[in-house]
């Protein structure tokens, strides 16, 4: 559908779930793959499913860690074109009313599901600019956009990638790089499947198709943001959720 043939595509929290499915999706279409986590032995194995693929052991949260990953890419493939920056702490969120968070609890979803999105952002960047092209896509989610409790860190974190977007999508502009977000409604992943029982029925009646979501349902939105037909869409943030809600 999208042929990436050799753009080069660094997917972080690639591991499994959302990141995994990427990953597949992006190889399919000729893109050679750098698959990014922090789970490091499910980084290879997901490399493993893909020919030519690379594992890179990366702490989105950590200045050099994410600088290290950008120079293994670049060692490895000697260039990069496409950053999906889809790390976050989801599942194993403490679910809690906002007022017994703790401090320690908010900075750990922040680092990763923002800080890590800017930093991981700052340290591929240079090899962008070099290239004059890039695409960068952010994985927010719905839930933003109706909010939901008991886990407001996470909903804040991901509203943040979401204003972040824009701002980047402006300074980046003139480098021909674009930004934008996907914002998922719950989908079917390991992850997402342990949150609750019945996981597969969740919201399925609220949505204008009502069935459950799956990786490849999101997958066709980022491979469109990836390549030359999404060239003058940037800035945006892109909710796939069956319809649950419109922006
Ligand atoms: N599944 C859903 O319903 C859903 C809905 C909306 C948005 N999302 C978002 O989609 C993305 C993927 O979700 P998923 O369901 O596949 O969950 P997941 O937990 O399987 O994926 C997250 C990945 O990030 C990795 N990770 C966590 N902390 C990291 C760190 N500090 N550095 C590097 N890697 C790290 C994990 O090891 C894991 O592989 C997340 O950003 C999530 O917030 C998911």
Redesign the pocket.
């Known amino acids: 559908m999208f042929n990436l043939t050799d753009k080069v595509v660094v997917i972080?929290?690639?591991?499994?779930?959302?990141?995994k499915a990427f990953a597949l999706a992006f190889a399919e279409q000729g893109a050679k793959i750098a698959v990014?986590?922090?789970?490091i032995q499910?980084a290879i194995e997901t490399a493993g499913e893909i020919k030519g693929a690379i594992a890179i052991e990366?702490?989105?949260?950590n200045e050099q860690s994410t600088q290290r990953m950008a120079q293994q890419v670049m060692d490895s493939f000697g260039r990069i074109d496409v950053l999906v920056n889809?790390?976050?702490?989801?599942?194993?969120i403490q679910r809690k009313p906002f007022f017994e968070i703790t401090e320690a609890e908010w900075d750990l979803v922040m680092n990763?599901?923002l800080k890590?999105v800017w930093m991981v952002s700052k340290a591929i960047f240079p090899f962008m600019k070099n290239n004059g092209s890039g695409k960068i896509i952010n994985?927010?989610?719905?839930?933003v956009m109706s909010g939901s409790p008991n886990w407001s860190h996470?909903v804040a974190s991901?509203g943040g990638v979401i204003g972040f977007t824009r701002s980047m999508a402006k300074e980046l502009g003139d480098f021909h790089i674009n930004v934008n977000t996907i914002?998922?409604?719950?989908?079917?992943?390991?992850?997402?499947l342990s949150l609750m029982e019945n996981a597969n029925k969740y919201g399925v009646d609220r949505g204008a198709i009502k069935r459950p979501s799956s990786?490849e349902d999101i997958v066709g939105t980022a491979l469109y943001l990836a390549s030359p037909a999404s060239d003058f869409v940037t800035g945006q943030t892109i909710v796939v959720d069956g319809g649950k809600q419109f922006i």
């Open positions: 972080t929290g690639a591991a499994g779930g959302l990141g990014c986590d922090k789970n499910g990366v702490d989105v949260a889809n790390a976050a702490i989801y599942a194993t990763v599901n890590g994985i927010s989610s719905a839930t996470y991901k914002a998922p409604g719950f989908t079917l992943t390991e992850a997402s990786a």
